[in-house]
Structures are given as C-alpha cells and as structure tokens.
C-alpha cells in the first residue's frame, strides 16, 4: 500500500543512429483499495529525461494488457523461432 512500482513496456529507436529515444511503462499505484495503472512515457530531450502520461488515462489495472495482448505475443512469436 502507498507504493508505486512500473513494468517495461518498449523502447522506441531512432532510425537513424539506432540510439533509443522514447521508453514506455506501466505504472502502477493503489488508490482506495482499487489498483490502477498509468502508461508513461520516458523521453530523452536536449535538456535530460522527462516523463510524461501517454494516452492521458488512468485504468484500472490489467487493463493495458487486455487491450494490447498482440503486442507482446507478436514480438514473443518473432523472437522465438
């Protein structure tokens, strides 16, 4: 309880120098006895790191992963072979 903690998401590359630019997160947090989740995105700026919401909602949690359930079996089946 009163704790946050994050998962990995993806990283987003430049295709050019194939450096990394953007990251991608769950956060997660309890509010109420409710847990919820927040996509946050990490962004390499000139100025250093800052994070930022991505998509600007808040859900409850697992709800990420019951939208998005082709993300990571498309890449799992492409890693796998």
């Known amino acids: 309880q009163n704790k946050l ?5 993806r990283t987003k590359f430049n295709e050019d120098t194939l ?6 997160f769950l956060f997660f947090f309890t509010y109420n006895e409710i847990s919820y989740e927040v996509e946050l ?14 998509g600007y909602q808040i ?3 697992g709800d990420w992963h019951r939208r998005h359930p082709s993300t990571y079996s498309y890449f799992n089946d492409r890693h796998s072979n």
């Open 19 to 24: 450096e990394p630019t953007d990251d991608y």
């Open 5 to 9: 903690s994050n998962e990995y998401l």
């Open 59 to 61: 859900n409850k949690k």
């Open 41 to 54: 995105l990490r962004k390499v700026t000139d100025h250093g790191i800052i994070f930022v919401p991505y």
